[in-house]
């Protein structure tokens, strides 16, 4: 498969909807990617659990939210 070929999509916040300026493609998997959300208001902190090529859970998305800690 050729890069250009990969079909990308964005991860969403699920707080915000925010889709966030990370990708991924349907052959990806992964799990303990934590990142926080550059929404303008949301900046919820989450975990982003990608399997078989898709945000995993419940519909599209299965994400663990942290409780946000101020620095």
Known sequence: MNREDEKRVQVRCPKCGYRMPVYYTEIASCRGVFVTCKGRNCKTRF?????????????AIETRMLEHQPR
């Open 47 to 59: 975990e982003v659990i990608i399997q078989n090529g898709s945000q995993a859970g419940a519909g």
